[in-house]
């Protein structure tokens, strides 16, 4: 076959892709999205993207930490509840103070135990945090420090389950 024929068929069937991707598909994919955005306008809101500290891309840094089984576990189960107990106070305290924005624990016997996300500067201040934990204290978890970037709308996590929440131990 000529070569020439070759090159000219390949930028052939180059350029059809390019004509059902921009002519065909990419009208499709923009479909799809008014679709699911429900036909409305998204409308940027600078005074909450200013209060939740967002970038430009609606992002923000935090500190993630990861909450493990710590060496001093051999607490009376009376102990343990005490410790429990003092554990949630401190995670409420520290929601309330706008520092501490998701904590759960996890659902299996790994050997991570929770998670906390704090909106904080840095891991030296997510530290500190973690230090008032009784939990951490008595040695019964430790911390993992990470930095993360995440969306921003965490900042409103916490306002929406005060509203969903029946009870909060």
């Known amino acids: 076959m000529n070569p020439k024929f070759k090159l000219w068929a390949g930028n052939a069937l180059l350029a059809i892709a390019i004509g059902l ?13 008014e679709a699911t955005s429900g036909d ?10 200013a209060k939740y500290q967002a970038d430009e891309y609606g992002m923000r840094s ?21 410790l429990q107990e003092a554990h949630l106070a401190n995670i409420r305290r520290m929601a309330e103070e706008g520092k501490l924005v998701i904590a759960g624990p996890f659902l299996d016997d790994g050997d991570i135990q929770g998670v906390y ?7 030296i201040e ?28 965490l900042m409103g996590v916490n306002a929406v389950h005060e509203r969903i929440a029946k009870e909060n131990p």
């Open 62 to 82: 935090y500190v993630m930490a990861f909450l493990m089984a710590g060496p001093n576990r051999s607490q009376s189960p009376e102990e343990a509840k005490k």
């Open 21 to 33: 991707i921009v002519g065909v598909l990419y009208p499709r994919l923009n479909d799809h999205k």
């Open 126 to 153: 997510a530290r500190k945090l973690t230090e008032t934990d009784p939990m951490i204290q008595s040695g019964r978890l430790i911390m993992e420090l990470k930095p993360w970037y995440g969306s921003a709308a």
């Open 117 to 123: 996300v704090f909106a904080v500067a840095d891991t």
């Open 40 to 49: 409305r306008e998204v409308i940027f809101d600078s005074l909450l993207a």
